[in-house]
Protein backbone atom coordinates (compact mmCIF):
# COMPACT_ATOMS: atom_id res chain seq x y z
CA UNK A 1 0.00 0.00 0.00
CA UNK A 2 2.18 3.08 -1.66
CA UNK A 3 -0.42 5.19 0.29
CA UNK A 4 0.68 9.31 -1.76
CA UNK A 5 2.73 8.58 -4.24
CA UNK A 6 4.46 12.65 -5.77
CA UNK A 7 6.63 12.26 -8.93
CA UNK A 8 9.32 13.98 -9.80
CA UNK A 9 10.42 14.61 -6.42
CA UNK A 10 13.40 17.44 -7.90
CA UNK A 11 13.27 19.12 -10.74
CA UNK A 12 14.98 22.25 -12.10
CA UNK A 13 13.13 24.34 -14.96
CA UNK A 14 13.71 27.68 -16.16
CA UNK A 15 11.66 31.17 -15.93
CA UNK A 16 8.79 30.43 -18.63
CA UNK A 17 8.99 26.69 -18.38
CA UNK A 18 6.13 24.21 -17.96
CA UNK A 19 5.95 21.62 -15.97
CA UNK A 20 3.16 18.90 -14.26
CA UNK A 21 3.49 17.20 -11.18
CA UNK A 22 1.79 14.04 -10.11
CA UNK A 23 0.09 12.79 -7.11
CA UNK A 24 -1.19 9.63 -7.02
CA UNK A 25 -3.12 7.53 -4.37
CA UNK A 26 -4.23 4.05 -3.57
CA UNK A 27 -6.76 4.63 -0.43
CA UNK A 28 -9.95 5.75 -2.38
CA UNK A 29 -9.68 8.88 -1.09
CA UNK A 30 -12.23 11.58 -2.50
CA UNK A 31 -10.33 14.49 -1.71
CA UNK A 32 -7.03 15.70 -2.63
CA UNK A 33 -5.27 18.87 -2.51
CA UNK A 34 -1.77 20.46 -3.40
CA UNK A 35 0.53 22.13 -0.67
CA UNK A 36 3.49 24.55 -1.15
CA UNK A 37 6.14 25.01 1.03
CA UNK A 38 8.07 27.79 1.75
CA UNK A 39 10.59 28.72 4.94
CA UNK A 40 9.25 30.84 7.18
CA UNK A 41 5.85 30.36 5.63
CA UNK A 42 3.85 27.14 6.27
CA UNK A 43 1.72 25.09 4.49
CA UNK A 44 -0.75 27.15 1.75
CA UNK A 45 -3.15 25.56 0.47
CA UNK A 46 -2.79 26.07 -3.64
CA UNK A 47 -5.88 24.04 -4.83
CA UNK A 48 -7.96 20.96 -4.15
CA UNK A 49 -10.66 18.49 -5.14
CA UNK A 50 -13.44 16.65 -3.81
CA UNK A 51 -14.32 14.01 -5.95
CA UNK A 52 -13.32 13.35 -9.43
CA UNK A 53 -14.03 15.72 -11.67
CA UNK A 54 -14.04 18.84 -9.65
CA UNK A 55 -11.27 21.25 -8.04
CA UNK A 56 -11.47 24.26 -6.35
CA UNK A 57 -8.89 27.28 -5.75
CA UNK A 58 -6.95 27.51 -2.38
CA UNK A 59 -5.06 30.31 -0.71
CA UNK A 60 -2.44 30.93 -3.49
CA UNK A 61 -4.29 29.48 -6.47
CA UNK A 62 -2.35 32.29 -9.35
CA UNK A 63 -0.04 30.61 -11.62
CA UNK A 64 -1.26 27.15 -10.82
CA UNK A 65 -3.86 25.11 -12.52
CA UNK A 66 -4.83 21.40 -11.72
CA UNK A 67 -6.79 18.61 -13.09
CA UNK A 68 -8.82 15.24 -11.38
CA UNK A 69 -9.93 13.25 -14.42
CA UNK A 70 -9.41 9.83 -11.87
CA UNK A 71 -10.49 9.79 -8.60
CA UNK A 72 -6.72 8.37 -7.69
CA UNK A 73 -5.02 10.79 -9.23
CA UNK A 74 -4.77 14.80 -8.67
CA UNK A 75 -2.43 17.25 -11.54
CA UNK A 76 -0.50 20.37 -10.62
CA UNK A 77 0.21 22.33 -13.66
CA UNK A 78 3.01 25.34 -14.06
CA UNK A 79 1.97 26.82 -17.21
CA UNK A 80 4.82 29.48 -17.41
CA UNK A 81 7.00 29.03 -14.26
CA UNK A 82 8.42 31.99 -11.89
CA UNK A 83 11.49 32.45 -9.71
CA UNK A 84 8.41 33.12 -6.85
CA UNK A 85 7.26 29.51 -7.96
CA UNK A 86 10.42 28.20 -6.65
CA UNK A 87 9.10 25.53 -3.35
CA UNK A 88 8.24 22.45 -1.92
CA UNK A 89 5.00 21.33 -3.15
CA UNK A 90 2.81 18.55 -1.18
CA UNK A 91 0.49 16.74 -2.61
CA UNK A 92 -2.25 15.33 0.44
CA UNK A 93 -5.24 13.42 0.59
CA UNK A 94 -8.30 12.55 3.03
CA UNK A 95 -10.81 10.34 3.52
CA UNK A 96 -13.68 13.06 4.62
CA UNK A 97 -13.84 16.74 4.67
CA UNK A 98 -13.18 18.96 7.70
CA UNK A 99 -15.86 18.31 10.02
CA UNK A 100 -16.65 15.11 9.38
CA UNK A 101 -13.87 13.61 12.20
CA UNK A 102 -12.26 11.24 9.95
CA UNK A 103 -10.87 14.27 7.77
CA UNK A 104 -6.87 14.23 8.29
CA UNK A 105 -4.52 14.24 5.70
CA UNK A 106 -1.92 11.52 4.15
CA UNK A 107 0.94 13.58 2.47
CA UNK A 108 3.25 12.21 0.16
CA UNK A 109 6.88 13.13 -0.33
CA UNK A 110 7.35 15.98 -1.83
CA UNK A 111 8.77 17.61 -4.65
CA UNK A 112 11.37 20.29 -4.62
CA UNK A 113 10.99 22.62 -7.18
CA UNK A 114 13.46 25.60 -8.22
CA UNK A 115 12.83 27.99 -11.24
CA UNK A 116 15.76 29.84 -12.09
CA UNK B 1 -9.94 34.91 9.13
CA UNK B 2 -9.15 32.25 11.23
CA UNK B 3 -5.32 31.74 11.67
CA UNK B 4 -3.35 30.22 14.65
CA UNK B 5 -0.14 31.23 15.96
CA UNK B 6 2.38 29.09 17.26
CA UNK B 7 4.78 29.66 19.83
CA UNK B 8 7.82 29.12 19.99
CA UNK B 9 8.75 29.21 16.56
CA UNK B 10 12.24 27.67 17.40
CA UNK B 11 12.97 26.08 20.60
CA UNK B 12 16.77 23.98 21.57
CA UNK B 13 16.23 21.68 24.15
CA UNK B 14 19.03 19.22 25.67
CA UNK B 15 17.75 15.84 25.67
CA UNK B 16 16.03 14.13 28.31
CA UNK B 17 14.63 17.93 29.03
CA UNK B 18 10.51 18.52 28.48
CA UNK B 19 9.15 20.67 25.59
CA UNK B 20 5.86 22.35 24.93
CA UNK B 21 4.62 24.15 22.01
CA UNK B 22 1.43 26.32 21.82
CA UNK B 23 -1.14 27.16 19.19
CA UNK B 24 -2.98 30.27 20.00
CA UNK B 25 -6.78 31.55 17.95
CA UNK B 26 -8.71 35.14 18.29
CA UNK B 27 -11.37 32.51 17.54
CA UNK B 28 -13.31 29.70 18.39
CA UNK B 29 -11.63 26.49 16.55
CA UNK B 30 -13.89 23.71 15.87
CA UNK B 31 -11.32 21.24 16.13
CA UNK B 32 -7.50 21.35 15.81
CA UNK B 33 -4.66 18.92 14.15
CA UNK B 34 -1.60 18.31 14.81
CA UNK B 35 0.89 17.35 12.76
CA UNK B 36 5.07 16.47 13.30
CA UNK B 37 7.42 16.98 10.11
CA UNK B 38 11.03 16.07 10.10
CA UNK B 39 13.84 17.50 8.60
CA UNK B 40 13.54 16.64 4.86
CA UNK B 41 9.82 14.83 5.07
CA UNK B 42 6.43 15.52 4.89
CA UNK B 43 3.97 16.17 7.44
CA UNK B 44 2.69 13.26 9.25
CA UNK B 45 -0.62 13.49 11.30
CA UNK B 46 -0.36 13.18 14.90
CA UNK B 47 -3.84 13.68 16.37
CA UNK B 48 -6.89 15.50 16.25
CA UNK B 49 -8.62 17.33 19.00
CA UNK B 50 -12.63 18.01 19.19
CA UNK B 51 -14.14 18.35 22.57
CA UNK B 52 -13.44 21.32 24.69
CA UNK B 53 -10.77 20.70 27.84
CA UNK B 54 -9.91 17.86 25.89
CA UNK B 55 -6.61 15.85 26.40
CA UNK B 56 -5.03 13.24 24.78
CA UNK B 57 -2.09 11.44 24.97
CA UNK B 58 0.33 9.24 23.10
CA UNK B 59 3.15 7.59 24.99
CA UNK B 60 5.62 10.70 25.54
CA UNK B 61 3.12 13.29 24.11
CA UNK B 62 0.30 15.26 25.76
CA UNK B 63 -2.06 17.56 23.53
CA UNK B 64 -4.44 19.49 25.15
CA UNK B 65 -7.48 21.94 23.74
CA UNK B 66 -8.66 24.50 25.85
CA UNK B 67 -11.54 25.20 27.52
CA UNK B 68 -12.48 28.16 25.26
CA UNK B 69 -11.57 26.37 21.67
CA UNK B 70 -9.05 29.20 21.21
CA UNK B 71 -6.06 27.34 22.36
CA UNK B 72 -3.84 24.27 22.27
CA UNK B 73 -0.85 22.97 22.94
CA UNK B 74 1.71 19.69 22.70
CA UNK B 75 3.82 18.51 25.47
CA UNK B 76 6.55 16.30 25.36
CA UNK B 77 7.78 14.61 28.32
CA UNK B 78 11.17 13.54 27.84
CA UNK B 79 12.59 14.77 24.70
CA UNK B 80 14.84 12.39 22.41
CA UNK B 81 16.72 12.76 19.25
CA UNK B 82 13.73 11.12 17.40
CA UNK B 83 11.38 14.02 18.33
CA UNK B 84 13.38 16.29 16.29
CA UNK B 85 11.33 18.50 13.41
CA UNK B 86 8.82 21.08 13.24
CA UNK B 87 5.70 20.84 15.05
CA UNK B 88 2.34 22.00 13.44
CA UNK B 89 -1.19 23.08 14.36
CA UNK B 90 -3.44 23.20 12.10
CA UNK B 91 -7.47 25.05 12.50
CA UNK B 92 -9.60 22.41 11.41
CA UNK B 93 -12.37 23.85 11.00
CA UNK B 94 -12.62 26.07 8.02
CA UNK B 95 -14.21 24.15 5.54
CA UNK B 96 -11.29 21.83 4.16
CA UNK B 97 -9.46 25.47 3.81
CA UNK B 98 -7.03 24.17 6.71
CA UNK B 99 -4.92 26.97 7.99
CA UNK B 100 -1.52 25.93 8.80
CA UNK B 101 0.37 27.52 11.54
CA UNK B 102 4.19 28.51 10.87
CA UNK B 103 4.96 25.87 13.05
CA UNK B 104 7.39 24.97 16.36
CA UNK B 105 10.88 23.52 15.17
CA UNK B 106 12.31 21.35 17.95
CA UNK B 107 16.07 20.63 18.03
CA UNK B 108 17.19 18.15 20.60
CA UNK B 109 20.76 17.98 21.66
CA UNK B 110 22.32 14.88 22.59
Known amino acids: NAGVTQTPKFRVLKTGQSMTLLCAQD?????MYWYRQDPGMGLRLIHY???????AKGEVPDGYNVSRLKKQNFLLGLESAAPSQTSVYFC???????????????FGSGTQLSVL | GQQVMQIPQYQHVQEGEDFTTYCNSSTTLSNIQWYKQRPGGHPVFLIQLVKSGEVKKQKRLTFQFGEAKKNSSLHITATQTTDVGTYFC??????????WGLGTSLAVNP
Open chain 1, 92 to 106: ASSYAPYGGGNEKLF
Open chain 1, 27 to 31: MNHEY
Open chain 2, 90 to 99: VNAGNNRKLI
Open chain 1, 49 to 55: SVGEGTT
